[in-house]
């Protein structure tokens, strides 16, 4: 993601698009054109717009929901997807909230983080554990939970290895099952987020960003 830095907060919220950004996809990808889309991406292209004004999906069409209706088995399915994984999987919404601010700290995905931040502080997450999360703190004094959580994302998508003893406390909390799904919503959001990355998605202008480059 392209971006202005100021000496004051480090962060611009005026970022400068540059020549290959669409002004209307905010990224590389020319707009979608709906009546292009086959009829099940059709209802999904429908769905996600519904959701978004009803603020269920907090980008719309601008970020990975605009990437993936291009794939037409993928985007059948991308809002089903999303909202089991986000909100059907068994974790608490502070938890899944964390588990994606996790991951895109480790991705480094400015628009994720972004979106999601406020997200996760409405919902319960502390602003000592955003933090934590996003100036990569130590976890020392989080509760075990979500120090799990953390580790977790520092583990598979920084370190790109997992240690014995960092799945054993993940699964003595979530079980077996649960730590399958919990990995599988990091996993979701780390796709989106080297998407995101590829086509070098924007935010839109009235947003700040929120991530500081580390």
């Known amino acids: 993601m392209t971006q202005h830095i100021d000496g004051k907060s480090g962060i611009s919220n005026t970022p400068?698009?540059?020549?290959?950004?669409?002004?209307?996809?905010?990224?590389?990808?020319?707009?979608?054109?709906?009546?292009?889309?086959?009829?099940?991406?059709?209802?999904?292209?429908?769905?996600?717009?519904?959701?978004?004004?009803?603020?269920?999906?907090?980008?719309?069409?601008?970020?990975?929901?605009?990437?993936?209706?291009?794939?037409p088995v993928w985007g059948e399915h991308v809002s089903e997807l999303n909202q089991y994984l986000r909100n059907k999987i068994g974790l608490e919404p502070r938890l899944s909230e964390l588990a994606i601010l996790a991951s895109a700290r480790e991705m480094n995905s400015q628009f994720e983080w972004t979106m999601h931040e406020p997200e996760a502080l409405r919902v319960g997450v502390s602003a000592h554990v955003v933090e934590v999360v996003k100036f990569r703190k130590p976890i020392s004094g989080l509760a075990e939970t979500e120090a799990v959580i953390v580790e977790l994302?520092?583990?598979?998508?920084?370190?790109?290895?997992?240690?014995?003893?960092?799945?054993?406390?993940?699964?003595?909390?979530?079980?077996?099952?649960?730590?399958?799904?919990?990995?599988?919503?990091?996993?979701?959001?780390?796709?989106?987020?080297?998407?995101?990355t590829a086509v070098d998605q924007q935010l839109r202008p009235d947003q700040t960003p929120l991530m500081p480059e580390l």
């Open 16 to 71: 400068a698009l540059l020549p290959d950004i669409h002004p209307e996809s905010l990224s590389r990808l020319s707009p979608v054109d709906r009546a292009t889309l086959t009829d099940k991406c059709k209802a999904s292209y429908d769905e996600m717009v519904r959701l978004r004004a009803e603020g269920k999906n907090l980008a719309g069409l601008v970020g990975p929901s605009g990437i993936w209706i291009r794939i």
């Open 153 to 196: 994302a520092r583990e598979t998508l920084g370190a790109k290895k997992l240690s014995a003893q960092t799945y054993a406390r993940a699964k003595a909390i979530f079980g077996e099952m649960g730590l399958i799904n919990l990995m599988a919503l990091m996993a979701n959001y780390a796709t989106s987020a080297i998407m995101l």
